[in-house]
């Protein structure tokens, strides 16, 4: 008390310290880099280090010059390279999504309805591949799928194929890939969800003529759609800038624009371009985190 | 009295021709070892308000709750109507039940969680509208037809779980714990206006309950229940009055019982002696138990007089002596403790029938004393 009371008297308190430390963090390392970005997009390419021509520039002795460039974000919509990769990025996002669903809302669904004891293990099961790396795991599947992998190894082994499946750099890996790495980020919301149904409503169903499935559709799946929005998110908006799974599953034919990105930034050192590409990709972006946060503040209200 | 036909109408289970219509044969239900319903036969009248009294635990909703086909028999078999319900699941049973939580849809207006059940039979639309409209007047809550549940209070939500039970008029409608989530005003209003509605539409309830009051308000007829068993089934009078053992006499109401051991066993009385009332208990009818055996002695104590000088006539049956050691004033009666010389506490009650009464106070010496009639002997 005695050491705070100096700096009340500046009109700084405990409580409004606790609210600015993360709001500075997030003006640090959210904002400030945002900008950056942002102010790359809107300048020239240049051969130096950086290699962008600066945004403002003194011109002769006493004129300042401020000179946007759009061409960068011009020629995201000339080069058809762009949009289809933009495209692409959603659709493999979307279908990745729905993948997500179709096998989490099951587990999620089993997960709530299991007795205490067996519900901590599943979870901590759903949790458990959070211990390793990312990297680790995706390589791990590089291991399986590839032609003298595991999978088709036990396959051959078993005579139901001669020769080995082609599994490993086809749209299939990397959808295998995403599923994989994003299926928690749909199983516990939806769980969290689930948990709070009050199960008496589907004997209520039953007991006014509904069979087991049609109280499923007409009971749990509605009272369930904030958890399946919350989850949809969680995996549709990070798998739309995906990266490192179709940079190692995908093969070259998977266009998507985390790879764009990239191959922007390093292969042709063209930042500008590279910095337009993640500024649309944000502002794709923004609305569906909005409906999330809106979604996430019903739930958190508790108002259907 | 009226006539015989007339009195089996009235109370069809005195009717040995009488047809049940709801018939519980033998029914067991065990989870693992422990059987929570334990060989009940029941027979239900149509019309009938039938209450099931006990204790948590006793089995009571399981019985319920296997009427409404949530669970499966072990073994025995239940009728309705006539039908084996055997295999039977919940949506083909012409039952419905209304939950303890009243289990409301929250993502369905009232009116939508009412229509649910007809929707569910592919009842034409005008008609759902039409049923809907009526059940709705019926509980009063025209004018909440666009609320969500969680808009509602606990009365009127009660009244929706009604309505959505009843609107596709069940031949037979369960109850559980129907009003235990009211408070005690509304509690005593809604269980008139249950009876009303009851009697409006003829339909059968079987109701699950833990308040006795609740039970002896609303019922035709009472199973208490105990530890899976149905202990004894009457009217709310007969359950009262001739309790047949001391955990009904006990159960139903409050009492004080007298353990003691018969010393004249006759046709027409019996007298008791009991050590722990400290004298004798003259009963003015006979009863039937094995000579020397150990009975108990149940007066209710609203049977109890209790006066301060020796009532007239007394002998030295069915009177005692004893001091007031606490008394609770609750308006329109007041409930003393009496402890007697032996030490036993004796619960009297007495109406306040004057304002100005002369108030018996704490520690004053009193007698209390009773009618032959009063007390009931159980042997169990």
């Known amino acids: ?304 | 009295m009226a006539n015989a036909g007339e009195a089996a109408k009235a109370a069809p289970w005195r009717d040995p021709g009488a047809r049940a219509y709801v018939q519980i044969e033998r029914v067991s239900k065990s989870f693992g070892d422990f059987k929570a319903v334990d060989d009940v036969s029941l027979k239900i009248y149509q019309g009938e308000i039938f209450c099931l009294l006990g204790a948590s635990g006793c089995g009571k909703t399981t019985l319920l709750r296997m009427l409404g086909g949530f669970e499966t028999p072990t073994s025995g078999r239940i009728l309705i109507d006539g039908e084996d319900m055997s295999g039977v699941p919940p949506y083909e049973r012409p039952v419905n039940m209304m939950f303890q939580s009243y289990a409301l849809f929250p993502h369905m207006s009232v009116e939508q969680n009412v229509a649910f059940g007809l929707k569910q039979d592919g009842v034409a639309k005008g008609e759902i509208a039409e049923r809907v409209g009526t059940m709705l007047d019926l509980v009063k809550l025209r004018g909440f037809e666009k609320r969500k549940p969680h808009q509602l209070s606990g009365g009127q939500r009660q009244r929706v779980a009604l309505a959505r039970s009843l609107v596709k008029r069940p031949k037979l409608l369960l109850l559980d714990e129907p009003l235990g989530a009211l408070d005690k005003k509304l509690r005593e209003h809604t269980q008139f206006e249950l009876i009303g509605l009851q009697d409006k539409l003829g339909v059968t309830f079987l109701v699950v309950t833990h308040d006795q009051e609740e039970a002896m308000t609303l019922a035709s007829r009472i199973g208490v229940m105990d530890h899976g068993e149905i202990v004894q089934a009457g009217t709310p009078a007969e359950i009262y009055e001739f309790p047949s053992s001391r955990f009904v006499a006990d159960f139903v109401g409050s009492v004080n019982i007298f353990e003691g051991k018969l010393l004249d066993d006759e046709p027409e009385y019996v007298r008791i002696g009991s050590e722990e009332l400290g004298g004798t208990i003259y009963v003015s009818h006979g009863i039937s138990a094995a000579p020397e055996a150990v009975v108990w002695a149940a007066i209710r104590p609203e049977k109890i007089f209790m006066s301060t000088a020796a009532p007239h006539g007394a002998g030295s049956d069915n009177v005692v002596r004893g001091a007031v050691q606490d008394i609770a004033y609750l308006g329109d009666l007041s409930i003393y403790l009496v402890k007697l010389p032996t030490g036993k506490v004796v619960r009297v009650t007495q109406p306040n029938t004057s304002r100005h009464a002369e108030a018996i106070t704490w520690e004053q010496q009193v007698y209390l004393s009773w009618d032959a009639s009063s007390p009931v002997v159980v042997t169990r």
């Open chain 1, 1 to 304: 008390m005695r050491l705070l009371a100096p700096l009340r008297r500046v009109g700084i308190s405990g409580r409004g310290l606790v609210v600015t430390l993360p709001y500075l963090w997030l003006l640090l390392f959210f904002v400030v880099p945002f900008v950056i970005v942002l102010k790359i997009s809107f300048s020239d390419v240049d051969l130096a280090i950086p290699p962008y021509k600066p945004l403002i520039d003194w011109v002769g002795k006493n004129s300042l010059a401020i000179r946007l460039n759009f061409n960068n974000y011009a020629f995201l919509f000339t080069d058809p390279l762009y949009v289809h990769a933009f495209l692409n990025s959603v659709k493999v996002a979307f279908i990745s999504t729905v993948l997500c669903l179709i096998i989490g809302y099951p587990v999620a669904y089993g997960i709530a309805r299991s007795t205490s004891t067996t519900r901590n293990i599943l979870l901590l099961l759903v949790v458990l591949p959070f211990w390793t790396s990312l990297l680790l795991r995706v390589y791990a599947w590089i291991g399986l799928l590839k032609a003298n992998g595991v999978i088709n190894n036990v396959l051959m082994a078993l005579g139901v194929i001669h020769e080995p499946l082609e599994m490993l750099y086809t749209p299939f890996a990397m959808y295998v890939g995403i599923v994989y790495s994003y299926l928690p980020f749909v199983i516990l919301p939806l769980y969290a969800n689930l948990e709070k149904m009050d199960w008496q409503l589907l004997e209520a169903a039953q007991d006014l003529g509904c069979r087991p499935w049609q109280a499923f559709y007409k009971i749990t799946l509605p009272l369930s759609r904030n958890g399946i929005l919350a989850g949809s998110m969680l995996v549709f908006i990070p798998a739309v800038g995906e990266f490192v799974i179709p940079a190692l599953l995908g093969g070259p034919n998977a266009l998507m624009i985390g790879r764009v990105l990239w191959d922007e930034f390093f292969s042709n050192r063209a930042w500008p371009v590279a910095s337009a590409v993640a500024i649309v990709l944000l502002l794709l972006l923004v609305p569906f985190m909005m409906w999330y946060q809106s979604v996430q503040a019903r739930e958190s209200a508790g108002t259907r």
